[in-house]
């Protein structure tokens, strides 16, 4: 976890020694589910890296996906202002909700959700080929034609701003960061992972307002 939250640092008196957890998806930004947690379940969380909460249906602690293998694995983890309530960003094997949706909540997709799934859709067609899939005739023809029109693209995007012209602009622009993606998952890399590496280069702390 990235934050290391003390037990005893967390208001447990509130509401019967239980605090509320919200769980939301650490790329998408998605909502995932809500739970509860006692000390121990937060302990257990901690020391394991999956999300571990307590039932008071069946008044026993409960891992995510000891049932359904749906684990919640935790990149971090923080606690609100008021010290009663945890919100942890997971990564999720498979769909959380016991209907075997995403997320329990109904799908409000953010932009960060959307490039999310679009980017996921299109990690498809590179293994599902279609012959009516652009993006898959594109993973066929190899590194060389991608890498091609990364640099085509690149240099249209650079034309489209010295004219200022700003809609051809953002088309230009557009179709760069859709064949970047297309070239990062001819290395089975995402966008994430540029994300990432900003991040290391950077260890910055932003300002909220």
Same mark, same amino acid.
């Given at each position: 976890?990235?934050?290391?939250?003390?037990?005893?640092?967390?208001?447990?008196?509130?509401?019967?020694?239980?605090?509320?957890?919200?769980?939301?998806?650490?790329?998408?930004?998605?909502?995932?589910?809500?739970?509860?947690?006692?000390?121990?379940?937060?302990?257990?969380?901690?020391?394991?890296?999956?999300?571990?909460?307590?039932?008071?249906?069946?008044?026993?602690?409960?891992?995510?996906?000891?049932?359904?293998?749906?684990?919640?694995?935790?990149?971090?983890?923080?606690?609100?202002?008021?010290?009663?309530?945890?919100?942890?960003?997971?990564?999720?094997?498979?769909?959380?909700?016991?209907?075997?949706?995403?997320?329990?909540?109904?799908?409000?997709?953010? /932009?960060?959700? =959307?490039?999310?799934?679009?980017? $996921?859709?299109? #990690?498809? @067609?590179?293994?599902? *080929?279609? +012959?009516?899939?652009?993006?898959?005739?594109?993973?066929?023809?190899?590194?060389?034609?991608?890498?091609?029109?990364?640099?085509?693209?690149?240099?249209?995007?650079?034309?489209?701003?010295?004219?200022?012209?700003?809609?051809?602009?953002?088309?230009?622009?557009?179709?760069?960061?859709?064949?970047?993606?297309?070239?990062?998952?001819?290395? /089975?890399?995402? =966008?994430?992972?540029?994300?990432? $590496?900003?991040? #290391?280069? @950077?260890?910055?702390? *932003?300002? +909220?307002?």
């Amino acid at each position: 976890m990235l934050e290391k939250i003390n037990v005893h640092d967390i208001n447990w008196k509130k509401v019967d020694n239980m605090v509320p957890v919200i769980i939301q998806h650490n790329v998408s930004g998605e909502v995932l589910m809500h739970g509860m947690m006692n000390q121990e379940a937060f302990l257990v969380t901690q020391k394991k890296n999956y999300v571990t909460f307590y039932s008071r249906t069946k008044q026993r602690l409960w891992t995510k996906g000891e049932t359904s293998g749906n684990y919640l694995k935790v990149v971090s983890v923080t606690l609100d202002c008021d010290k009663d309530v945890l919100l942890f960003l997971v990564i999720p094997k498979g769909n959380t909700c016991h209907l075997d949706n995403i997320s329990c909540f109904k799908s409000v997709y953010s /932009d960060s959700t =959307f490039f999310y799934y679009l980017e $996921n859709f299109l #990690k498809s @067609r590179k293994v599902h *080929f279609s +012959k009516n899939s652009y993006t898959s005739r594109l993973h066929s023809t190899g590194i060389n034609r991608i890498s091609q029109k990364v640099a085509e693209e690149a240099i249209e995007t650079a034309i489209a701003a010295v004219t200022k012209n700003k809609n051809e602009f953002v088309n230009e622009a557009t179709d760069l960061v859709y064949h970047l993606l297309v070239l990062l998952h001819h290395y /089975d890399l995402d =966008f994430n992972t540029v994300v990432v $590496n900003l991040k #290391k280069r @950077r260890n910055l702390q *932003f300002n +909220k307002p």
